[in-house]
């Protein structure tokens, strides 16, 4: 099978580490050699960050380039448009609407542009974009916003229902399973 | 078991199953997990020195006394530990001893973009190097037996890509080293120069043993292709982007060693092929050999010197089909990091702005400081540079200097290398006022222990240096302690010191907002009746205060109720939400 290849971009403190953790056990359970690269330091402290999530029979390349995602997966949408390029010309993003300010746009030295969603799909590019957020807190918390976006994502996977409840349990502590539980249920069924 | 491993988690548990006993490392991005990792296994003792050269000398002591040990490091942490490695070269190990260093190509987290391979061919130390976690587990492994088998510290040179990427790792069971007593032999340890001169030829001619091993171990590879037009010399992250995009299409010669080199492989590689490539980040370290062994080959003038490689640049450089998307016609905007709301730097240097000091700055979330709308910092070269530099930027200007300039460094970052600086100013008699800013952790790299927080690596208690015994036992008569949350005090303090004829440390002291332990107040609102729109809080460049519709808004989900901006606010339009966050 040829390497598929997934990017979760989004603002650092997000959430971003649990989603590519939870892709990584779901996808090695499946069988494929996988690799997940992820940013740490500086670049955490409320600025953008990308994580790849690679998989297939041989996975060399740690990192995703541009025009290879098949997936974007993004918790804010100046941050997907921000990695459009990285996008297939039959990729999907599935994204978040929620708006996140950065600093040139909090200072007024830039402004955050309109009609994201409209301007991606513009391009060609399938956009699946849902209030992640309002999802999240919907289920319990507002930190939940990545397993809302994981249980999206994985109505474009052909992968058993269980095999993505394993993961879960595995990965996301006791006692905020249920509350994440709800918040995949909530994103899959959006 | 099969599992998905980080790179520096797979060479934590490489040192697990070789043995490690002793590992003594002090954090830097990106190679800080291996030793958190580590310090999961009860198996081995860990700790964080105060610095790299302390954490090496600790590795080589647990080695003299008959135990493998380890250090690790960033890249620029082995400019500090450089005194010991180039004489550890010289003396040799006892039991195993491995040092990680760690690149940071493409400047994620770093100050420069060196490249440490020169330290192994100039300090006479292997280096192994390896291209995704299964061979971080290996290597490590490998690395014990050289070190033991040759009688020298061995370098492992990671880089940001192999250091935090996942991979799959097949672990195995802890083994128990051979027994190796520690024995009196002064003519091997002690480097006067009597001793040394008659250690130095050990050094080559174990260099040159090493040269040979390299030749037939198997951690150099060579993997044919289906064309010999070119033939590509590679190693680590590079590796991986020339098989992403040839394939078996070229012969590879993947380097797992990469000093010393084998030349007679190498040799036999070029003469297989038309043109030989070498595809390596940063320095052109294997040209530069291919070239003094007299090799043709294309290397640098094709391929940058600066900045991470991808898959993308191998194909354009290879002239091979390169992948392209689209993008919108409009500018984004960027998103740089920021403090983070609430971070305790924020009060100090939007007084140090205000007073229009000059800052000398140092390396920490703190260098943030240099960032728009702050903007107050004026230099930051490495750390502990700052205490050091403000004495010679004193001395050169004189009073008028020392009126107005201000050094600030953090916890993790005085401990590290700022003392030494201080004692300089202690003696050399400066009038110059140095800011410690005590968050209680050492935070960029994420949340570490340091020798002034009074825990240890594993979060027990642990030795704690106090900050302020420690400035007047150098001789500073003008210590104090502010909180930056208040920013009068903090202005008054700063106001005070910079005047005193004589020198002064200020201990601005208030947690990492981040810290599980601090608890956070309400978040606060915006009376909009009161505001209006003058946008003085907006000076502070916090990530929760934005102008909406003319007016402050705060954002709930990020304000921890600091207060800070409650301070800039002639018209008191920040209120308290109430109640318990």
Avoid at chain 2, 84 to 102: D, H, Q, R
Avoid at chain 2, 195 to 208: D, F, G, L, T, Y
Avoid at chain 2, 274 to 281: A, F, N, R, Y
């Amino acid at each position: 099978m040829e390497t598929k290849n997934i990017m979760i971009v989004g603002v650092g403190g997000q959430g971003s580490l649990l989603a590519s953790k939870l892709l990584g056990h779901l996808l090695l359970g499946q069988g494929y050699d996988v690799k997940v690269s992820e940013v740490h330091g500086m670049s955490q402290r409320g600025g953008s960050v990308v994580t790849y999530v690679r998989y297939g029979d041989c996975v060399n390349s740690p990192v995703i380039d541009r025009g290879e995602a098949d997936f974007i997966v993004s918790f804010e949408l100046l941050e997907a448009a921000r990695w459009l390029s990285y996008l297939k010309p039959d990729g999907q993003i599935v994204t978040s609407t929620q708006r996140i300010d950065p600093m040139p746009v909090i200072t007024g030295a830039a402004a955050y542009p309109e009609s994201l969603v409209e301007k991606m799909r513009a391009t060609g590019a399938k956009v699946d974009a849902l209030d992640c957020l309002a999802l999240a807190e919907q289920a319990g918390s507002s930190k939940a916003v990545n397993i809302v976006l994981m249980g999206r994502l994985s109505h474009y996977f052909d992968l058993p229902a269980e095999a993505w409840e394993q993961s879960l349990e595995a990965m996301v502590p006791a006692k905020f399973l249920e509350l994440n539980r709800r918040a995949f249920a909530l994103g899959k069924n959006a | 078991m099969r599992q998905l491993m980080l790179g520096n988690a797979a060479v934590a548990r490489g040192l697990y199953e070789a043995g490690c006993a002793v590992v003594s490392s002090y954090p830097g991005t990106p190679s800080t997990e291996i030793t958190e990792e580590a310090a999961r296994y009860d198996e081995i003792y860990c700790e964080w020195a105060p610095n790299e050269k302390v954490a090496m000398e600790t590795a080589f002591g647990a080695s003299l006394a008959g135990k493998r040990s380890f250090c690790g490091m960033k890249h620029v942490g082995l400019n500090v530990a450089a005194d010991p490695l180039f004489t550890v070269s010289y003396t040799g190990v006892n039991a195993g001893m491995v040092i990680a260093v760690a690149d940071d190509a493409g400047m994620h987290s770093s100050q420069n973009e060196q490249d440490s391979r020169h330290y192994a061919r100039s300090a006479k130390l292997p280096m192994l190097e390896p291209s995704d976690s299964a061979e971080g587990r290996a290597f490590a492994m490998k690395a014990y037996e050289i070190s033991e088998a040759f009688d020298c510290p061995v370098l492992l040179k990671m880089c940001t890509r192999i250091a935090h990427s996942q991979s799959v790792v097949e672990t195995g069971e802890r083994t128990t080293p051979p027994a190796r007593p520690y024995e009196k032999n002064i003519g091997k340890y002690v480097m006067m120069p009597g001793n040394a001169i008659r250690r130095h030829p050990v050094v080559e001619e174990r260099m040159r043993r090493l040269a040979e091993f390299a030749e037939t171990s198997d951690l150099n590879r060579a993997e044919p292709g289906e064309e010999n037009t070119i033939g590509l010399l590679t190693s680590s992250t590079c590796y991986q982007y020339v098989k992403e995009v040839c394939g078996d299409r070229y012969p590879v010669l993947k380097l797992g060693m990469v000093w010393p080199l084998p030349e007679k492989k190498i040799r036999a590689f070029a003469a297989s092929v038309d043109s030989l490539v070498v595809v390596e980040e940063l320095d052109g370290f294997l040209e530069t050999f291919c070239r003094e062994i007299g090799l043709e080959c294309v290397g640098k003038e094709k391929f940058p010197p600066l900045g991470e490689y991808s898959q993308n640049l191998v194909a354009e450089k290879l002239g091979l089909p390169v992948h392209s998307g689209k993008s919108l016609d409009e500018p984004i905007p960027p998103r740089p990091p920021v403090m983070c709301a609430g971070c305790p730097h924020r009060g100090l240097f939007h007084t140090l702005n205000k007073l229009k000091c000059t800052v000398l700055g140092d390396i920490g979330c703190y260098t943030l400081g240099a960032v728009a709308p702050l903007s107050a910092m004026e230099m930051t070269l490495c750390m502990g540079a700052s205490v050091s530099a403000i004495h010679g930027f004193n001395k050169a200007l004189g009073a008028e200097s020392e009126h107005k300039t201000v050094a600030v460094i953090g916890d993790s970052t005085f401990m590290h290398s700022g003392m030494t600086g201080l004692a300089n100013i202690a003696y050399n008699q400066s009038d110059s006022t140095v800011i410690i800013l005590d968050n209680s952790i050492t935070g960029m790299t994420g949340h570490q222990q340091n020798p002034t927080t009074g825990y240890n690596i594993k979060g027990d208690p642990a030795g704690k240096i106090d900050l302020e015994s420690l400035c007047r036992a150098m001789g500073f008569r003008r210590v104090r302690v502010v909180d930056p949350y208040d920013l009068a005090e903090t202005e008054k303090a700063v106001k005070e010191e910079l005047a005193a004829e004589e020198p002064s440390v200020i201990i601005s002291r208030r947690p990492c907002a981040l810290l599980k332990y601090v608890k956070h107040k309400p978040p606060l609102k915006v009376n909009t009746e009161k505001c209006v729109g003058c946008k003085s809080c907006m000076k502070i460049g916090c990530p929760a205060i934005s102008i909406q519709g003319g007016k402050a808004h705060v954002d709930a989900t990020l304000c921890v109720g600091c207060g800070v901006c409650t301070q800039l606010c002639k018209f008191g339009a920040f209120e308290s939400t109430g109640g318990e966050a």
